[in-house]
C-alpha cells in the first residue's frame, strides 16, 4: 500500500527531467516538499508516535522504489534517520537529513565525513564516528564535491566548534543502515534498467528484425535477469530482520551481493542500448551512473565480503552450508 | 516489472521443515559412512546403495509421495531441507537421486494405479534405482531429435536405438526413457513417449564409460529389439515431451545445483584456520558465502512453487544457469588461492578435492541441459522467443 502511494508521488516528482534539473543546480524543493507533507519520513516511525509504523521487511519495497525512481534527494536516508534517532531523546531535525557511514576524526578535534550522499545538498548529517552516534549541522561544514559529473556526494569537513556531543553508541548502525538503503537502490535501478534494455531490445530493429530475436542478444539478457534477480534477492535479505535496524550479516550479504552485480548489469545495459545508452538525452545513464556511485558507497563488496569472510571463518559449529543458511538470520 | 523476475521474493522455509532439518543432521551423525573430501565431493555422483537403503529404511526416500505408496508425504520445503542437508554433508546420494526426485513424481503424475502400485514402494525402500534416458549419440541438446524407437508389436512394443551419457545405468534396475513411438524425427516434439525400461531385460546392453578423473558414474545403454510389454508405457502414447519438460522442472530446481562444490569450501577453510587467513582470502571466502546465501534464497523461491503444485520451468533454468555458474566458481577460483605461494604447503586432501572439482565441474553445466539451452528458455520466459 505504502509502495503504491510513494511510486505515485515519485512517478509525478522524481520524472527523468526533474531528476536532471536538480543535477544541474535546481533546486529538490518540489520533490521533498511532496513528500514530507505525505509523510513517508515517518515510514518507520511508530504509529503511537503518528508514524506509520511500517516494520523493516515491510519497507523493503519502499526502499527498492526510491532505487528504481533514482530519487534525487535523501529521503530514503532521512526515513533511517529517524529510525536511528528513535532512543536518543533528539528529535529528527527539519529538512533533508543524510547518513554517513564512515568519519575521519582529526587530531584538533575536526571531523572529515568521506563522499557522503547528497552530501552537496543536505541540510544535516548523522553520523557514524567511531562507533558513535553524531547529528552534526551541514551548514557549518565545509563542503567539497566529489566532482563526478551530475552526483551529489561529496566531502564534509567541521571544526571543533561545530562537532557536537555524541548522542548516542549506536554509530555502527547509521553504516549497517547506509549500507542496507544502497543496496535496495542497487536492486531497484537494476530493476528499472533491466526493464529498458529489454524494451529497447524489443523496439530496435537491425538486419530486418528487432535485436531481442539474435540468440547473441537473449543470451546476455538472460543472464543479466539471472543477475538482476540475485540483487533483488540479496537486497530484500538486508530487510528481513525483526529488528528496527538492518541486521549485520544480512546487510553485509546483501551489499556485497548487489555490488558484486552491478558491472555486468551496467556493461550489459549500455552494450544492448549501443551509443544512444551513453548519450546524456536518453535515461538509463541516470541509472547507471547511480549503479556505480551506489557499489562503492558504503563500502564495496570487497569490505562486506571481507566481513562476511572472517565471520565464516569464526564460525564455532557447523558447516559452510549452515553459515550460507543462517547468517542471514543472525540478530546483529 | 518483469513476470519472470517477480516470481523471486523472499520466502522463509515453513517451520516445520527447519524443525525436520534437526532430525536429519542427528541422522547424518549417526549413519553418514565417514570418507575424506574428495569422496565426499562426488556427492550426489557418489554411489552407495547401502547408505541409500538406510535412509528409505529411515522413511526418507520419496519424501514427497503420498504414504499409500511407502512415501513419507512431505511436501516440497521438507524434500530442500533433506537434500540441502545431504548435499551440506558430501553423502553419498546417487543410488536413489533420479527415483527420488524426478521418477518417482514423474510415475506419480502420469502413472497408472497398478503402475504406482509396483514401482512407487519400490522406489521408497531403494530396491529400485531409476536413470534417466535422455540423451543419445545423435541427440544432447537438440532432445527432440531423438532416435530410439519403439515400435508397436503383439501385446507391446519392441525398442530399438542407444542412450548415453546415462548415470549410472549400470546400477539401476530401471530407466525412464524418451523415444520416438511414431512418426519420423523431422516430427520433432510430436511422436514421443515415455517407457520405463526394465534393464534386466534380453536385449539390453550397459557399458560404464570412464571419465577423466578415473570414475565411471555414466555409460551408454543399447536396446536391440528389446520387447517391452504394454505396461511400459508411462502416461500417453506421444506425450512425451510435455512430461519430458515437466519432469526437468524437478531435475533443475532443487539445492544440488547450488551445492555441488560446497565441500571443497568446508575443506579450505579447515586449511585457513590451520595456516591463517590473507584478506583476500577473506574476500573471497566471504564472496562465496554472500552468493550461496542468495542463491538459497533464489532456490527456495523455486521450491515454494513447486509446494504450490506449479511447474515453474522457466524460474528453474534461471537458477540452475546461476547456481551452476557458482559452483564452477568455486574450484575455478580456488586453485588460484591456494597455489598463490608456491612455497606454501596445500594440505593433500584439500589438492585431490579441488583437482576432482575443477575437472569434473564443466558437467555441473552439462547435466540437466546446457546453458545455451537454459537461456533459451529464460529468454523464453522473458518475452523475446
Known amino acids: 500500500m505504502f509502495t503504491e502511494a510513494i511510486e505515485a508521488i515519485l512517478r509525478d516528482r522524481a520524472t527523468p527531467e526533474a531528476i536532471r534539473a536538480i543535477e544541474n543546480g535546481g533546486t529538490p524543493a518540489s520533490i521533498w516538499n511532496a513528500v514530507e507533507e505525505a509523510g513517508f519520513l515517518e515510514l518507520l516511525t511508530p504509529e503511537s508516535d503518528g508514524g506509520a509504523g511500517l516494520s ?6 519502499v526502499f527498492t522504489a526510491l532505487g528504481r525512481y533514482a530519487v534525487p534527494v535523501p529521503l530514503a536516508q532521512s526515513i533511517a534517520a529517524r529510525a536511528l534517532l528513535r532512543g536518543t531523546g533528539v528529535a529528527a531535525p527539519a529538512g533533508m537529513t543524510t547518513l554517513a557511514g564512515a568519519c575521519r576524526s582529526g587530531e584538533n578535534g575536526a571531523l572529515e565525513a568521506l563522499q557522503v550522499p547528497f552530501g552537496m545538498t543536505c541540510d544535516h548529517v548523522l ?54 538503503i544502497h543496496a535496495a537502490a542497487i536492486a531497484g535501478a537494476m530493476d528499472r534498467v533491466f526493464a529498458m534494455t529489454l524494451q529497447y531490445c524489443n523496439d530496435r530493429s537491425q538486419f530486418g528484425k528487432s535485436i531481442g530475436k539474435f540468440q ?3 543470451h546476455q539478457l538472460s543472464v543479466m535477469a539471472q543477475h538482476v534477480a540475485s540483487a533483488g534477492m540479496a537486497s530484500e535479505l538486508a530487510f528481513s530482520g525483526a529488528g528496527a535496524v538492518p541486521e549485520r550479516l544480512a546487510t553485509a550479504i546483501a551489499k556485497a551481493r548487489t555490488s558484486m552485480a552491478v558491472p555486468l548489469v551496467a556493461s550489459t545495459a549500455h552494450a544492448l542500448h549501443g551509443a544512444i545508452g551513453v548519450t546524456a538525452e536518453y ?10 556511485e551506489w557499489r562503492m558507497a558504503d563500502g564495496s563488496e570487497a569490505f562486506w565480503n571481507r566481513m562476511v569472510g572472517s565471520a565464516v571463518l569464526a564460525q564455532e559449529h557447523g558447516t559452510f552450508a549452515d553459515f550460507a543458511r543462517t547468517a542471514p538470520c543472525a540478530a546483529a | 516489472m518483469n513476470n519472470l523476475l517477480d516470481a523471486f521474493h523472499l520466502t522463509a522455509l515453513p517451520a516445520a521443515a527447519e524443525a525436520f532439518r534437526a532430525d536429519v543432521k542427528r541422522f547424518l551423525d549417526e549413519h553418514l559412512p565417514a570418507a575424506p573430501d574428495d569422496v565426499r565431493a562426488r556427492s550426489w555422483m557418489g554411489f552407495d546403495a547401502e547408505f541409500s537403503r538406510r535412509l528409505a529404511a529411515r522413511g526418507w526416500i520419496g519424501l514427497t509421495l503420498p504414504a499409500s505408496y511407502g512415501g513419507a508425504g512431505m511436501d516440497a520445503f521438507r524434500r530442500f531441507v533433506l537434500v540441502e542437508e545431504l548435499l551440506a554433508a558430501g553423502a553419498p546420494v546417487a543410488a536413489h ?22 514401482y512407487l514402494p519400490r522406489i521408497c ?39 548415453i551419457w546415462t548415470t549410472n545405468a549400470q546400477h539401476c534396475q530401471y530407466m525412464i526413457a524418451l523415444v520416438r513411438s511414431s512418426g519420423v524425427p523431422e516430427d ?4 514421443l513417449s515415455q517407457f520405463i525400461v526394465d534393464l534386466s ?7 560404464p564409460i570412464v571419465d577423466l578423473t578415473g570414475d565411471a558414474h555414466f555409460s551408454e545403454v543399447t536396446f536391440d529389439n528389446v520387447f517391452l510389454a504394454d505396461d511400459a508405457l508411462i502416461g500417453d502414447e506421444g506425450a512425451g515431451w510435455q512430461q519430458v519438460t515437466a519432469e526437468l522442472a524437478f531435475e533443475r530446481s532443487g539445492p544440488e545445483r547450488l551445492y555441488s562444490s560446497v565441500v571443497l569450501l568446508d575443506c579450505w577453510r579447515a586449511q585457513l584456520r590451520r595456516h591463517g587467513a590473507n584478506d583476500a582470502d577473506l574476500a573471497l571466502l566471504g564472496g562465496f558465502a554472500t552468493q550461496l546465501a542468495t542463491l538459497r534464497c533464489l532456490s527456495i523461491a523455486v521450491t515454494a512453487r513447486l509446494a504450490h503444485g506449479e511447474s515453474p520451468v522457466v524460474e528453474a533454468a534461471l537458477v540452475k544457469d546461476i547456481g551452476t555458474e557458482f559452483e564452477q566458481a568455486i574450484p575455478a577460483q580456488l586453485e588460484a588461492a591456494i597455489s598463490a605461494d608456491p612455497a606454501r604447503t596445500i594440505d593433500p586432501e584439500l589438492y585431490r578435492t579441488v583437482a576432482y572439482l575443477s575437472q569434473i565441474s564443466p558437467t555441473f553445466s552439462l547435466r540437466g541441459g546446457t546453458r545455451e539451452v537454459l537461456r533459451g528458455m529464460i529468454a523464453r520466459g522473458l518475452g523475446l522467443r
Open chain 1, 56 to 61: 523493516l521487511p515491510a519497507s523493503a519495497p
Open chain 1, 127 to 180: 553520523a557514524n564516528v567511531d562507533g558513535d552516534l553524531l547529528l552534526l549541522d551541514a551548514a557549518r561544514a565545509e563542503r567539497k564535491p566529489c566532482g563526478v559529473h551530475g552526483s551529489f556526494s561529496g566531502t564534509l569537513s567541521w571544526g571543533i566548534n561545530a562537532v557536537p556531543a555524541p548522542l548516542g553508541a549506536n554509530g555502527e548502525e547509521v553504516l549497517r543502515f547506509s549500507a542496507a
Open chain 1, 216 to 218: 547473441a542478444v537473449q
Open chain 1, 283 to 292: 535515461d538509463l545513464q541516470l541509472y547507471t551512473r547511480r549503479l556505480h
Open chain 2, 97 to 118: 537421486w533420479i527415483a527420488d526426485r524426478q521418477s518417482g513424481p514423474l510415475i506419480l503424475r502420469y502413472g497408472t494405479e497398478a503402475q504406482k502400485d509396483f
Open chain 2, 125 to 163: 525402500a531403494a530396491s529400485a534405482f531409476f536413470c534417466i534416458g535422455m540423451s543419445e549419440p545423435d541427440s544432447g541438446s537438440d532432445l527432440a531429435s531423438v532416435r530410439t524407437r519403439a515400435v508397436r508389436c503383439d501385446g507391446g512394443w519392441r525398442l530399438t536405438g542407444r542412450k
Open chain 2, 188 to 191: 520433432r516434439q510430436k511422436g
Open chain 2, 201 to 207: 531385460l534380453p536385449g539390453v546392453d550397459v557399458r
